[in-house]
């Protein structure tokens, strides 16, 4: 079991996410997982730091937490063969301390760059293409790759670890899910409900670990977990507001990629929708049934992605609770 702390790049400049990223290590967390994003999700008083460039910083000044992305979307504005090559690179950097977390991406970050946007059923075909280019590159030499969307002539990583960095995958559906199991080390999801994991997602995923001949003892399954933690339970539900855009009808398949809109109709949106995604806590120890929950499910790696006024405390605190989780 383990836990890992979100180092929300939408929200804070690099150098207070490394601020944030030493002390979750020194709190006892397990990883680091770094949002991957050209554009945020909104507007006023966001960030959006190159992701790869704040875990090569923490790479250097942290010893034992894995460090990692979540989502990279590795077909689009990323060519698959460089996201290989920096992943292969960070591999050595950290001591072989890396994790890749890939999936389908976001209008907001393609379309600002003038790239198009496709079908969800396209995305996916382009992904699964980027999941093979990365994984050979890793542990084969001088490839070759005659895809429907990407080509290479004897490439080959020079700079490599003996071992890869872990892949997993972002899945929120069935198809997805078995997808993550069959190729790569494990799905990565989001909140939902106990029955979408019980009756669609898990099932999906373990039917496609069989099909790749492992056992699902030695794949990941991982969640993030939403909190908004404050003493003040309106103060709490407010710091998570600009989120909203997050629960707009239909956003990870729609063509808006401005965050000034995207935070515009997130408004429209009553705040206590996101009661539904974020667990609202005035009290930390508030947590602990709802990742028990989690745990029971059969989740292996839960990262904690909290909205807080001061994120380091916050760390230092959380992790106090949880030592009998892992027993």
């Known amino acids: 079991m383990e836990f890992g702390f979100r180092a929300v790049t939408e929200e804070y400049p690099p150098d207070q996410l490394i601020e944030q990223i030493i002390v979750a290590e020194n709190a006892g967390f397990d990883f680091i997982t770094a949002s991957d994003h050209f554009h945020p999700w909104f507007h006023v008083n966001a960030q959006a730091p190159q992701a790869w460039i704040v875990l090569a910083a923490a790479a250097s000044i942290t010893k034992k937490v894995e460090l990692g992305t979540g989502v990279t979307s590795p077909f689009s504005r990323y060519h698959p063969a460089i996201v290989a090559q920096s992943f292969a690179t960070l591999q050595c ?55 429907e969307f990407f080509t290479l002539k004897n490439a080959n990583l020079y700079t490599k670890s003996k071992i890869p960095p872990k892949l997993y995958l972002a899945a929120s559906g069935p198809k997805s899910a078995r997808t993550a199991g069959k190729i790569t080390d494990g799905i990565y999801t989001f909140p939902a409900s106990k029955e979408h994991y019980l009756e669609k997602l898990f099932p999906a995923f373990e039917e496609g670990v069989k099909e790749s001949g492992k056992s699902v003892e030695v794949v990941d399954k991982g969640i993030e977990f939403l909190i908004s933690y404050d003493p003040d339970y309106d103060k709490a539900l407010k710091q998570i507001a600009h989120w909203r855009s997050t629960l707009l009808t239909h956003v990870l398949e729609s063509e808006e990629h401005d965050p000034r809109i995207l935070q515009a109709e997130g408004e429209k949106i009553p705040i206590e929708e996101l009661t539904k995604r974020w667990l609202i806590c005035t009290n930390i120890e508030d947590c602990l049934p709802k990742l028990e929950e989690y745990i029971k499910l059969g989740f292996t790696r839960i990262e904690i992605h909290s909205r807080t006024a001061d994120q380091k405390a916050f760390a230092k605190n959380f992790t106090q609770n949880l030592e009998y989780l892992k027993e």
């Open 93 to 147: 950097l950290a001591g072989e301390r890396i994790f890749l977390t890939v999936g389908t991406g976001e209008a907001m970050n393609e379309i600002p760059l003038g790239l198009p946007w496709f079908s969800y059923k396209k995305r996916a075909q382009q992904l699964r293409e980027a999941i093979e280019i990365i994984k050979r590159l890793w542990n084969e030499e001088f490839v070759t790759f005659e895809g």
